[in-house]
């Protein structure tokens, strides 16, 4: 860091004297982001270590609230002509900002443009793909970057004398005894996300038509096959049978029983792992999200949920390099370092995966290392993500039929008819809007 | 009768200005807009639209969710604006007759009036909490076991007692002015007519209060209608899942949680219809029965 910032005051110390009347101004550029608490705080130090690092741009963080309230506050802003330099936008916004050609300048063309170097591959497996085009081009900067994986309570398990489990078989088999031991086995936070997104590439299992929606949007359609249903009717005997716990579809209201000792296993995000580790009074540790061991090729990696940082269209040019250069900031690996380690979101670069193994973090903390082992592992044709639009219906739609399921309102099949009948229909509504 | 005349014609539109502005601004032209836009497909970013003719309305109207969703704010609208209007009214007749210690009693049933909607919601949710909540252990001794945000029943079940409570307080002020409003010697009179208290408040004070009753009929649909979003945006947290959600809400969904511009357009052009077929409802069929002293 430092030849930079010798560089940058060097850069400024010449525009001063170049300058000998007018003064040197930074150009300032605006972050809009959605993460609140803990992580808005580190996300504020990351930006003050950048305007600290060089003195040529200064970048300001603005808390937009949720995620959908940071995308739709993008989108009026940019219709208003007032868009930010950098928008925080969410795994199922992706397409949406994707697919509004000109709305956002590629990250890999806005680093290439001002002479930053750029080579996809110094990205790990997981990363690459999900905010890119269907070409292989980064599209958005993926920024907080996490996967599902399972959270196991070292008590619970050690009473009940079992391992955490590979496989759902395994799961099956152990959930009676931590039920005997007076826990409930199992809970999950997002059941889009979990049982169905990353389900479906841990299991290497197509998820829609026109290569997962990459391909484009129109005529993309919704695949669900035999695993998924049948997973669901699993998990709905599950449900019936003790074995595990389902709190509704807010994040917080799955994971506190996890927090309280209630619930010995916790299928919550990779990025959950700072905060578990402030709040719970037990030990714990965490592995891989099991799979079907009984489906033909399963076991392959998942992808990243999150968000990725997209550079908005029609801004100038020296606010454009300013973001590059922040871009460059981010991915370096003692900052990708520093943000793993606070928040536990995955690092993106392998430089910084490195880094952090070289420093012994994961021989004192190996929870920390499950999310990005189980990113790096192999993959397949359907592993690298999906791209729907109206995605966030999508989801409601999905989250509101599986709680259907689980209350015994409908049954595993008419579910799966509706999600595919409403959800079909939505991406048809969405390629229009892009005249397709 | 004498007509009191302008000097200048232009003089009076000159005054109502201001007033016609703000409706067109505010009303006028969102309500176009949304008229306009409710026939497009609109890429949310403002690059390209299709028009699409009905297809948003029919796409709604067909819809199984929307069905759904229509129907629990009917019920919705009905518990809360009987169970306010009710609860709020009888309160009000007891404070009334209070005499020791009245205005702490009436200062005590208003305060709740000071609360915002979506603190009333958040209030509601820390009550209504699967792990933590009040209410939630109250119940589950004479075995409820309410789980609100997974059980369909349960979730409406505090929705709408949450909603009512947030709305009593206005409704026990304007019935309690109302009630004071009723002249004494009418209410002495009656008592000398007629001993059964009951019968008293049903045949003299009850369509004496009509009128108050019939403004506060209309304020509390419309409250449950379009004010109750910051306490079911609380409840749902964010996620609607299979919780219930009323029209208005919907409306938010699709359009700012969605980005289904088109859509969300669509359903509150069916919202505006609907709301104006209601109020000609009210006013044609209800008011005539009112008798305004």
């Not at chain 1, 300001?60 to 940071?70: I, R």
């Not at chain 1, 009717?233 to 994040?251: E, I, R, S």
């Not at chain 1, 430089?351 to 993959?379: F, H, N, V």
Request: charge should be negative; charged fraction near 20%.
């Amino acid at each position: 860091m430092a030849y930079r910032k010798t560089v940058a005051s060097f850069v400024a110390a010449a525009a001063l004297l170049g300058t000998s009347s007018a003064s040197y101004a930074a150009t300032d550029i605006a972050w809009w982001h959605a993460m609140g608490g803990r992580l808005g705080e580190v996300v504020v130090d990351i930006a003050n270590g950048f305007n600290a690092d060089q003195s040529a741009c200064k970048i300001t963080p603005v808390y937009k609230g949720t995620y959908e309230e940071t995308l739709t506050s993008g989108i009026a802003a940019f219709r208003a002509g007032e868009q930010p330099n950098i928008l925080q936008v969410f795994d199922a916004g992706a397409a949406t900002i994707i697919g509004a050609k000109g709305a956002v300048i590629p990250a890999q063309d806005i680093l290439e443009n001002a002479g930053v170097g750029f080579d996809i591959e110094d990205y790990i497996e997981g990363v690459r793909n999900f905010y890119a085009d269907s070409d292989g081009k980064m599209i958005g900067m993926p920024f907080n970057s996490s996967t599902p994986i399972l959270y196991y309570n070292e008590d619970a398990l050690k009473k009940a004398g079992v391992e955490a489990p590979k496989t759902w078989e395994e799961f099956q088999e152990i959930a009676p005894k931590l039920k005997e031991a007076g826990y409930v086995p199992l809970a999950q936070s997002h059941l889009p996300w979990i049982f169905t997104e990353n389900f479906k590439s841990r299991h290497n299992l197509q998820f829609a038509t026109n290569n997962n929606g990459y391909d484009g949007s129109k005529d993309t359609k919704l695949v669900f096959g035999e695993p998924i249903k049948n997973h669901f009717t699993a998990v709905k005997g599950w449900l019936d049978d003790g074995m595990f716990g389902y709190y509704g579809t807010g994040w917080g209201d799955n994971q506190t029983p996890f927090n309280e000792g209630k619930v010995a296993m916790w299928l919550g995000s990779s990025g959950s792992f700072g905060g578990i580790q402030k709040t719970v009074e037990f030990p714990f540790s965490a592995t891989y999200l099991p799979y079907w061991d009984a489906v033909d090729g399963a076991g392959t990696g998942t992808f990243i949920g999150g968000a990725a940082l997209f550079s908005m269209a029609g801004k100038p040019d020296e606010e454009n390099k300013c973001v590059a250069s922040f871009f460059e900031y981010l991915t370096s690996p003692e900052v990708q370092y520093m943000w793993h380690k606070e928040t536990g979101y995955v690092p993106i670069t392998t430089a910084a995966y490195d880094l952090a193994k070289k420093d012994g973090y994961y021989e004192s903390t190996p929870a920390a290392e499950i999310g990005i082992k189980q990113l790096t592992l192999p993959g397949g044709d359907w592993t690298k993500g999906y791209r729907m639009g109206f995605y966030v219906q999508i989801r409601d739609v999905m989250n509101r039929e599986y709680g259907k399921i689980l209350s015994g309102e409908t049954s595993v099949e008419d579910a799966f008819a509706t999600i595919e009948e409403e959800g079909n229909k939505l991406l048809e509504r969405f390629s229009k809007t892009t005249g397709n | 009768m004498k007509k009191v005349q302008f000097k200048s014609p232009l003089l009076p539109y000159l005054l109502l200005l201001p007033q016609l502005a703000i409706v067109t601004i505010f009303f006028l032209w969102p309500a176009a807009e949304a008229v306009r836009s409710s026939f497009y497909l609109e890429d949310p970013f403002g690059f390209g639209s299709t028009f699409v003719g009905i297809d948003n309305f029919t796409d709604t109207l067909t819809s199984s969710d929307y069905g759904r969703v229509a129907r629990f704010t009917a019920v919705f609208t009905f518990f809360v604006t009987f169970l306010s209007l009710g609860i709020a009214l009888l309160l009000a007749v007891k404070a009334d007759k209070v005499i020791r210690g009245a205005s702490s009693y009436k200062t005590l049933l208003m305060w709740v009036y000071a609360v915002a909607p979506p603190v009333a919601g958040l209030i509601g949710v820390l009550l209504f909490d699967q792990h933590v909540g009040p209410i939630v252990d109250f119940f589950a001794m004479f075995g409820w076991q309410m789980q609100i945000g997974v059980n369909y029943f349960d979730t409406s079940f505090a929705m709408i007692v949450t909603s009512v409570w947030k709305q009593i307080p206005v409704n026990f002020i304007f019935f309690l002015s109302g009630l004071q409003g009723i002249s004494k010697s009418v209410q002495e009179a009656a008592s000398i007519d007629c001993r059964s208290g009951m019968r008293r408040f049903w045949t003299v004070t009850f369509p004496l209060l009509a009128p108050t009753g019939f403004f506060l009929l209309i304020i509390n649909i419309t409250y449950a209608f379009f004010d109750t979003f910051g306490i079911i945006d609380v409840m749902v947290k964010g996620e609607p899942g299979n919780n219930p959600v009323t029209l208005v809400y919907k409306v938010y969904l699709d359009g700012f949680r969605g980005n289904d511009l088109g859509g969300s357009s669509a359903q509150s052009v069916i919202l505006m219809a609907l709301v104006f077929i209601l109020t000609i409802i009210q006013f044609r069929l209800i008011e005539r029965r009112v008798h305004y002293t």
